[in-house]
């Protein structure tokens, strides 16, 4: 449960500056210089509330059970429904509050279920807690935490591929700086994401990180293009990883990964990074907060930081 609560100050601080950022002179302050942000306290949103829940879960039940956490998650909304929940969302923890099954509501919300990027937001604390066993039981109750809330394929290999690569920061965390752990970190996640667009995007993503200009890229590119690595434009993020805009997991996780990966090591490093790139800010902060907390440590986060998120009571 340390290391869960540790998964969750790292998404909640991420999260919580995010939302700031949404206002637009903080953007430009942040990116000027990260101790230049807004006035506390910074509440945090229903990504914060949604990980509680699985950390409460964890800590009663010792695993992922899906109706605990589908009652955990319908309290939650229902006690403080203006965190920011989507409107899926809304409607899918209204119909489970009110006694319907999670699971017919999690298939019904959304035709086909939902894949949005909610399922690999909330996930941490689960990436931290089974984060010393075997990485298929981190994939395995990844997916048990997805299904309450999204049936789609791609909304449960958003989650398996978030926890995974926060179970591999934890493994990792001594040399989370070197190159082979952050190959690592993209070669666990590979390793147990179902196939699909999630898994297309972390295979995107690792190219992406080592070897700019292979095949899959010139052909996004087109022949002539020329990337310097480490000088890379937001353009160029957007278009090979997307950066959540679409608020689905395809369009954000493969972006997460990859900020995440290259500054496993200076948590403060990757969430400007994140927040540069736009979208979907606070949920890239949080995914990438609670990956990058599990490398660093309470330490690695920002001092001013962690003093001005709202006090999280759990």
């Known amino acids: 449960m340390d290391r869960a609560r540790l998964a969750l100050v790292g998404l909640s601080v991420g999260d919580a500056l995010g939302q700031t950022c949404f206002q637009g002179h903080n953007y430009e302050a942040i990116l000027e210089d990260p101790r230049a942000t807004a006035r506390a306290p910074w509440p945090f949103t229903d990504d914060t509330a949604m ?5 409460d879960v964890l800590n009663e039940h010792g695993r992922i ?28 923890l209204s119909q489970v509050g009110s006694g319907f099954p999670w699971r ?7 035709p086909g279920g939902s894949f949005g990027n909610g399922s690999a937001m909330r996930i941490a604390p689960l990436a931290a807690y089974f984060a010393e066993d075997d990485y298929s039981v981190v994939a395995e109750q990844a997916r048990l935490s997805a299904e309450v809330t999204h049936a789609h394929p791609e909304g449960i290999a958003g989650a398996i591929a978030t926890a995974v690569a926060g179970a591999c920061a934890w493994k990792n965390r001594s040399q989370c700086a070197e190159a082979a752990t952050q190959r690592e ?6 390793a147990h994401t179902p196939a699909g667009q999630v ?21 996004l590119l087109g022949r002539g293009a020329a990337v310097v690595p480490f000088d890379v434009s937001t353009e160029l993020i957007v278009r090979l990883l997307g950066n959540g805009s679409h608020i689905s997991c395809q ?13 496993l090591h200076d948590y403060q490093s990757a969430i400007v990074q994140t927040i540069r790139v736009r979208g979907d800010i606070d949920t890239n902060c949080a995914i990438v907060g609670g990956i990058v907390a599990l490398a660093v440590g309470e330490q690695g986060i920002p001092n001013d930081w962690l003093a001005q998120r709202e006090e999280l009571v759990v």
């Not at 970190?185 to 590979?190: C, E, K, N, R």
């Not at 898994?199 to 052909?219: K, N, Y």
């Open 199 to 219: 898994r297309d995007g972390i295979e995107r993503a690792r190219t992406f990180s080592f070897d700019l200009m292979t095949e899959p890229v010139v052909r």
């Open 251 to 263: 369009d954000t996780v493969p972006f997460c990964l990859w900020v995440a990966a290259t500054h």
């Open 104 to 110: 017919a509501a999690a298939e019904n919300v959304f």
């Open 65 to 92: 059970d899906q109706d605990a956490l589908a009652q955990r998650f319908a309290a939650r909304y229902k006690a403080q429904p203006w965190r920011g929940y989507g409107g899926g969302a809304h409607r899918l």
């Open 51 to 55: 990980a509680i829940s699985i950390y």
């Open 185 to 190: 970190l993209f070669d666990a996640a590979l």
